[in-house]
């Protein structure tokens, strides 16, 4: 596609369901990257993927964050018993790996926990 | 780890006049330093980025500077109009292979007509 495409672009989820957050990256990015933005805060680092392999996992903030990137392509967040605190919005970004430099992001998914 | 700390944390301006903001940095292997703009809404997009074998860089009425022995940069918008208003992050990231980005807290600009 034309930019990193991310869904869905709200959730509203009950406290203690998990949840999936998709991305699809521009096409032939190999890094990939998840962030977490509270409301009127900054970007918090999550995870980033090289490929299919994730070698900085260490922004996810408790083992019921997990990630995984299959293909080289979409990447999958997931938030299993999801708290309160979890409510944010999250942010993808790519970027090549010719030119290891700027990183485009999408627009995000907010998730509401209730 | 890398740190970058963002000044001020809001910064209103009179249309015309210009904006700057300033960011520090902790890890001297930083080498790119990017400039995001995000409005209300959408993700942040990148404005401009500098590295760190320049010293400044300019787009139109966008400017960055770097000074890398004081590990500070700042963005510098000139002639600054109601479109500019939105919130700006800086930040830092290693040249060892696609590193993530730490960013400031960012700054949010306001333009008054």
């Known amino acids: 596609g034309a930019g990193v495409s991310q869904s869905p672009s709200n959730k509203v989820t009950e406290k203690g369901k998990d949840v999936e957050l998709r991305c699809d990256p521009i096409?032939?990015?190999?890094?990939l990257y998840w962030y977490r933005q509270s409301l009127g805060q900054g970007l918090e680092f999550l995870i980033y993927?090289?490929?299919?392999?994730?070698?900085?996992k260490s922004g996810l903030p408790s083992d019921r964050f997990s990630a995984e990137r299959t293909g080289g392509s979409v990447s999958t967040l997931t938030i299993q018993r999801t708290q309160q605190e979890d409510s944010a919005v999250y942010l993808c970004a790519s970027s090549s790996t010719a030119d290891y430099t700027e990183a485009f992001f999408g627009q995000g998914t907010r998730l509401t926990v209730v | 780890g890398e740190n970058v700390e963002q000044h001020p944390s809001t910064l209103s301006v009179q249309e015309g006049d210009s904006a700057v903001i300033k960011c520090t940095y902790s890890d001297s292997a930083s080498n790119y330093f990017p400039w995001y703009k995000q409005e209300l809404g959408k993700g942040p997009q990148l404005i401009i980025d500098i590295r760190s074998n320049v010293g400044e860089k300019k787009d139109q009425r966008i400017a960055v500077t770097l000074n890398k022995t004081a590990k500070h940069f700042s963005l510098h918008i000139t002639e600054t109009q109601p479109e500019d208003s939105a919130v700006y992050f800086c930040?830092?990231?290693?040249?060892?292979?696609?590193?993530?980005?730490?960013f400031g807290t960012g700054t949010r600009l306001t333009i008054i007509p």
């Open positions: 993927f090289q490929g299919n392999s994730a070698p900085d």
């Open positions: 096409s032939g990015h190999t890094a």
């Open positions: 930040a830092a990231r290693s040249n060892f292979g696609n590193e993530k980005l730490t």
